[in-house]
């Protein structure tokens, strides 16, 4: 227990600190009641009896410590609010603006893109983000043996009756088609889940946003139209769009939607691995076996759907690296997004 206590007390005079930020973790991490002295007294109480009033002095002595640079610390780094206290203060005064909540990027974002296809006559449906396998997989074409059904990529929550955590938000537009009829034009956005290893490309759990329009006589060309409205809408006139032949079970013929690199402006850089494009959706036209299993009649009825992933976007409008800042809930990442409107 001595090298645990000159150990900690090394920590508490090297701990480095350059904004409040980081005094505030000073304390949690030392003097807050599970901080790592609180333990030190904890573990006191398994000692040897003949050693516990030696230990224990120790143990007070590098409180004392610690509860010393703290003071010093904080009155170092004292913010001007904190500093104001102790002066007279004039309560008729407006309250500083910089103690107001904004709102999370993904929140902001997903407002944006929203919007943009509200524009064009979509309305938005909600579903449920615990699915049966026939709306998350079955109804989509998706076959038996299909890599998304293994427990390796879904999460199951009751795999006896195929209840499972949705991997995307299609289902909740097999669930809207199964009680509307043409011409439909929704959007569903929702948080997804899927077995992913995290990384600043990935998540186990992130935002998509899903999207079709069913009625006589759609076309391919109407869904080039639509995509390229919402990117032109999004990242501005100069952008541009252009479509790759790619492969999903709901849609025939399908495609992947790239668009010119918005950080870089098309030049290339290590977001679009220097190509000066970024795949963000992919989309097609719905497969006549979806419509059958939504009871809508392919011989009458033509449809797209498409669909994105919301962090994406959002990596691309505020050039973004990391997906992982965006549930990390720093406070000094998402005070920057205040200057956003």
Not at 2 to 30: C, G, M, N, T, W
Not at 199 to 224: M, P, T, W
Not at 286 to 296: F, K, M, N, S
């Amino acid at each position: 227990m001595h090298e645990q206590i000159e150990k900690l007390r090394a920590e508490i005079e090297a701990y480095p600190v350059s904004s409040p930020l980081d005094v505030a973790a000073f304390r949690s991490q030392f003097i807050a009641k599970k901080g790592a002295i609180a333990e030190l007294f904890h573990a006191l109480r398994c000692a040897p009896p003949a050693e516990k009033q030696a230990l224990g002095a120790l143990v007070n002595a590098l409180k004392d410590r610690a509860l010393q640079r703290y003071k010093s610390l904080a009155e170092q780094w004292q913010t001007p609010s904190a500093a104001r206290t102790s002066e007279k203060e004039d309560w008729t005064l407006p309250p500083p603006t910089d103690t107001l909540g904004g709102l999370h990027p993904l929140t902001r974002v997903k407002n944006k893109i929203v919007e943009a296809f509200v524009q064009l006559g979509f309305h938005s449906v909600e579903g449920p983000e615990i699915e049966d396998d026939w709306h998350n997989f079955g109804a989509l074409n998706f076959p038996p043996n299909h890599p998304a059904r293994d427990v390796l990529d879904t999460f199951f929550v009751d795999p006896k009756h195929n209840k499972l955590l949705r991997t995307h938000t299609s289902s909740v537009q097999i669930r809207a088609l199964g009680v509307q009829k043409p011409p439909i034009r929704i959007i569903s956005a929702g948080r997804v889940y899927r077995r992913e290893v995290v990384s600043a490309r990935a998540n186990y759990f992130f935002h998509q946003l899903d999207g079709c329009y069913i009625h006589r006589d759609v076309s391919f060309a109407e869904l080039k139209q639509t995509l390229l409205y919402f990117v032109k809408r999004l990242f501005g006139t100069q952008c541009a769009m252009r479509l790759r032949p790619s492969y999903f079970p709901f849609t025939e013929p399908s495609a992947e939607v790239d668009m010119s690199c918005h950080p870089c402006g098309g030049r290339g850089c290590n977001l679009c691995k220097y190509t000066g494009w970024v795949e963000i959706m992919g989309a097609g036209m719905i497969d006549p076996a979806v419509l059958q299993h939504c009871h809508i009649d392919p011989e009458v009825y033509t449809g797209f759907a498409f669909g994105l992933g919301i962090e994406r976007i959002a990596m691309l409008l505020y050039g973004i690296r990391d997906l992982r800042l965006f549930v990390e809930n720093d406070i000094r990442f998402l005070k920057q997004f205040a200057i956003y409107s």
